[in-house]
């Protein structure tokens, strides 16, 4: 993981003001990793210029990644351009990795959205400039990919418009398109910039061509106005001279970039590498350090309190990123939130109390930590094997112990069920298992204890099984998915008045049990109620718990088809005893028979789960997904409409949702996205019903069979 000691010598240490923390996001195959690779070929990182298909990338190294050719887990690359260190937080852009993108970037003071020269803003784009935007972040945006065959400039431009309105202006024009994209036009300093594709990623800079002297006039005069708009100096420079100076110019889109008011937009082909040097010029010249930030909250001693990223002062780092590595173990990515660390300082972990050694910390270049002496505010960093300390700790100096909240993910919203294929899998599964969690927190790993079933539970099915993949590479585990059994319960409708009693007689002495009860439905949600209504001793005091035990059992064993009985009233009002064949066993015996035979007459029901379901689409897909929902016995609850997305929000049973991911990937061509929850339990329709409690039948059949 580490480099030779001789490197570090290569390595310098920068002050917030020169570091830029910029995550990459947007759309599945918009080319977020190939604009990383382009810019860390071109800061002169990586020897050679790597692409996605070679499979060798500086931010997609996992070997899920590699085969995939898609980014699962956010990675960092922290380069080295004039004077600037630029840490790239290169991010997912498959919809069921989302939550990784809420966890990574909150370590980034500005975002890029990467944008698809043809495709352009796509419903993951506007989702993660959401996320972004709700953190505050400064935003721009990056046209790639436009060497493609019908790759259209003004188009994406249209489309980037009506997500993101009049504010997203261009500080850039391509020249040329297509095949003959080779340059761009800086329409800050006027000046095009001419490159070889596959080049070195740094242009030759030419005179603005003829036929684009026009645009570029029209497109800089914009982009004067959008940035004296938000100064009331420079607005009347603007009316006075009808433009701004250069200076001028530079310091109202920086102050309009770090007010959100200005979203620039850029011109690339990252795989050509052509644009490179611009995008990285405007990054290091236009996008706010950590120091122009706001302060960062967090608690101390039981107050909200606010830092801001100084040197100066108590050391605080905050860990937003936890990789289980098989060799070198748990390495931890973080961001210095205030202070210096340096090699082989301790810290407190705030959660739990525990020290923590940093040694070898050291910045990153996807999986390889380049070692470094120290680190300063603002920067990001990682250091390897922490005893305790995962995603969304806190490590601060012992005096100081600030605590920065760590991001809140949502439930997994699908789960299936995970089965070792050998005994020899059995025992090393739960500690594959266990690693795996600790770098991917929006996973949920239990045993049902109904089903008796181990559940994992992810935010799609490729979620799932990339773990079970990971688990075979990594651990040498082999496992098995299949659906998860439904999680039925029992109930009743009606009401019954039984009778039930136990007597054995073996020679000596006997067993005695009797028990009148009267048994109702309760609300749902109440589960069991028992009430004792015996008077005058007609069951002895002692005996009365062992009759709700037998009732109890019996209720966990169902009636109709083996699942357990809830919400539902005994009352426990008379019986008889034996003075001499009475006991706990009989009494149990008794309650047992007593349920059976109440159930008979109670009205028996199935039940099912109902779940939450909150999908996200393009709204052309609404009237689809809605007709979907009703063949699914879905009941719509509510709609809202977010720029282009369609949010739609039902309440659908368990059991008809067990294969939704790769239906609502076939509807909307994996443009949507779901989450879902458990809601509550309501009746299972008869017809359905019928074919629960006869499979239910045939299981227990099958087991008779097996068992003679």
């Known amino acids: 993981m580490t480099l030779d000691e001789r490197e570090r010598s290569k390595l310098k240490v920068y002050d917030g003001i020169d570091i830029r923390n910029i995550a990459l996001i947007g759309h599945l195959n918009s080319g977020k990793t190939s604009v990383v690779a382009a810019a860390s070929f071109t800061c002169g990182a990586t020897s050679r210029f790597t692409k996605v298909d070679d499979g060798n990338t500086p931010t997609d190294f996992d070997e899920e990644e590699i085969a995939r050719k898609i980014t699962i887990a956010s990675a960092v690359a922290s380069l080295e351009w004039k004077k600037n260190k630029l840490n790239f937080i290169d991010t997912p852009g498959f919809n069921i990795f989302t939550n990784d993108v809420k966890q990574a970037i909150v370590a980034a003071d500005s975002a890029v959205a990467v944008v698809d020269g043809v495709a352009g803003v796509e419903v993951q784009t506007e989702r993660t400039w959401s996320l972004a935007a709700d953190l505050g972040l400064p935003r721009a945006i990056l046209i790639n990919k436009l060497d493609r065959e019908r790759a259209d400039f003004e188009r994406v431009m249209t489309s980037i418009e009506e997500a993101f309105g009049r504010t997203a202006v261009p500080v850039q024009i391509p020249i040329g398109a297509e095949r003959e994209f080779k340059g761009v036009v800086d329409l800050i300093t006027m000046?095009?910039?001419?490159?070889?594709?596959?080049?070195?990623?740094?242009?030759?800079?030419?005179?603005?061509?003829?036929?684009?002297?026009?645009a570029?006039?029209?497109?800089?005069e914009k982009l004067v106005e959008l940035a004296a708009e938000g100064d009331d100096a420079l607005m009347e420079e603007f009316f006075d001279q009808g433009s701004l100076s250069p200076e001028h110019l530079r310091d109202g889109l920086a102050k309009g970039v770090l007010e959100g008011r200005i979203f620039p937009v850029m011109c690339a082909s990252a795989t050509a590498n052509i644009g490179t040097d611009c995008f990285l010029d405007f990054v290091a010249q236009y996008l706010p350090s950590p120091v122009s930030r706001p302060a960062a909250k967090g608690r101390l001693n039981g107050q909200d309190v606010e830092r801001k990223v100084a040197n100066e002062g108590p050391v605080s780092i905050f860990v937003y990123k936890t990789m289980a590595d098989p060799f070198a173990g748990r390495v931890s990515y973080f961001r210095v939130m205030s202070g210096v660390i340096k090699n082989d300082g301790h810290l407190t972990n705030v959660r739990s109390g525990g020290d923590e050694r940093l040694s070898h910390i050291g910045s990153l270049l996807g999986k390889t930590i380049q070692p470094v002496t120290e680190l300063r505010a603002g920067d990001l960093g990682a250091v390897a094997k922490l005893k305790d300390t995962l995603t969304g700790d806190t490590l601060a100096d012992k005096g100081s112990q600030i605590a920065f909240a760590a991001v809140v993910l949502p439930e997994p919203s699908i789960a299936f069920a995970i089965q070792a294929k050998t005994r020899n899998d059995e025992d090393k599964m739960g500690n594959g298992i266990s690693r795996i969690l600790e770098e991917d927190q929006s996973l949920r790993f239990y045993r049902d204890p109904q089903t008796k079933e181990f559940l994992l539970g992810g935010t799609g099915q490729q979620h799932v099984e990339i773990v079970c993949s990971k688990l075979k590479k990594r651990y040498h585990v082999d496992v098995e998915l299949h659906a998860p059994k439904i999680p039925y319960r029992e109930t009743i409708r009606g009401s019954a008045d039984v009778h039930g009693r136990h007597k054995k007689q073996t020679g000596g002495h006997g067993q005695f049990g009797d028990c009148k009860i009267k048994m109702g439905p309760l609300p749902r949600g109440e589960k069991f109620e028992f009430v004792n209504d015996i008077f005058g001793g007609s069951i002895p005091r002692q005996f009365v718990p062992a009759v709700e035990k037998g009732i109890l059992e019996a209720a966990e064993r169902g009636y109709?088809?083996?699942?357990?009985?809830?919400?539902?009233?005994?009352?426990?009002?008379?019986?008889s005893y034996h003075d001499v064949d009475s006991n706990e066993l009989s009494f149990k015996m008794a309650g047992r028979k007593a349920f059976k035979l109440a159930m008979e007459q109670a009205k028996p029901a199935l039940l099912e789960p109902i779940m939450n379901v909150e999908v996200q689409a393009p709204v052309d897909y609404a009237g689809d997904l809605m007709g979907d929902f009703n063949g699914r016995r879905g009941r719509v609850s509510g709609m809202d409409t977010k720029g282009s997305t369609q949010i739609i929000r039902a309440q659908v049973p368990m059991a008809e949702m067990l294969t939704y991911q790769n239906d609502l990937t076939s509807m909307t061509q994996g443009r949507g996205s779901f989450q879902m929850e458990f809601s509550h339990y309501d009746y299972l329709p008869a017809q359905q019903a019928e074919k629960v409690i006869a499979a239910a039948k045939a299981a227990r059949a099958g087991v008779e069979e097996e068992e003679e």
């Open 216 to 220: 570029a006039q029209q497109a800089h």
């Open 560 to 575: 109709l088809a083996g699942f357990p009985v809830v919400d539902f009233r005994v009352i426990l009002y008379d019986g």
């Open 191 to 214: 000046k095009a910039y001419l490159y070889t594709p596959g080049g070195d990623g740094k242009g030759k800079e030419s005179a603005i061509p003829a036929n684009l002297a026009d």
